[in-house]
């Protein structure tokens, strides 16, 4: 099969479920069926899905849907660094956060930096939370396992759900690029009542990759689900 090949389980005519595997059309000819503006279903049949496959098919038409009916949206975001060793000058991972949010489109409306002690970033956190301004809260440090790596504890008690996903596919987009270390990240997302909060490690190299490949593409998506 070709790279990029989807996979879907269909029920055969004995009723079974089977496998296949299927590859994607030409890049050129995906972009167009995309901008054709023929709707979500044209994209999905163009990478061979089609009605019959019941479920899926639906609920990846449904996804695709409300992507699209949430482009555009802008959030309000607060960034907060924990670290013992950086300064505002130094402070690379912040940085690239409030570059990369603000070039899609987004509002930073808090930006701080506070050493690795529980207390110190369980305030930080608590005011912006009391405050309601910021709809999106990224920390970036303090997710490994050294004895002083405390954000995850303090961030994990204020949230009311947590969206494991993003600690998984964070881990495995990692592997790709750092192997087993990446295992020892214990970066996470959750919903602190209608806040968004993402739990990144401190490494500038994590903070692109997080922020380009996960937050960045589903971070509309997300906050038309938040605001319903």
């Not at 409300?66 to 505002?88: E, F, K, P, Q, Y």
């Not at 690379?92 to 701080?112: D, P, Q, S, T």
């Not at 490994?144 to 998984?168: H, K, P, Q, Y």
């Amino acid at each position: 099969m070709g790279e990029g090949a989807l996979e879907e389980v269909r029920p055969d005519e004995g009723g079974e479920q089977v496998e296949a595997r299927v590859d994607p059309p030409a890049e050129g000819q995906a972009r167009q069926d995309e901008a054709s503006g023929e709707g979500a279903n044209l994209v999905l049949e163009a990478h061979g899905f089609d009605s019959r496959g019941g479920g899926l098919y639906y609920a990846l038409v449904a996804t695709e849907e409300h992507r699209r009916a949430a482009a555009g949206l802008s959030a309000a975001c607060a960034i907060l660094t924990v670290s013992d060793t950086r300064t505002a000058e130094t402070d690379e991972g912040g940085g690239l956060l409030a570059a990369g949010l603000a070039g899609a489109g987004h509002r930073v409306v808090a930006r701080a930096l506070v050493r690795d002690e529980p207390a110190a970033v369980h305030a930080r956190l608590v005011e912006w939370l009391g405050a309601a301004e910021a709809e999106v809260i990224v920390t970036t440090g303090g997710t490994g396992i050294a004895r002083r790596d405390t954000t995850v504890e303090v961030v994990e008690r204020l949230l009311d759900r947590r969206i494991d996903g993003f600690g998984e596919l964070f881990r495995m987009l990692s592997f790709r690029e750092v192997g087993a270390a990446a295992m020892l990240s214990r970066a996470l997302a959750g919903l602190a009542g209608r806040t968004a909060v993402f739990v990144l490690p401190g490494s500038p190299a994590a903070v692109r990759l997080a922020l380009d490949e996960l937050i960045l593409p589903e971070l509309p998506h997300l906050l038309r689900e938040l605001r319903r």
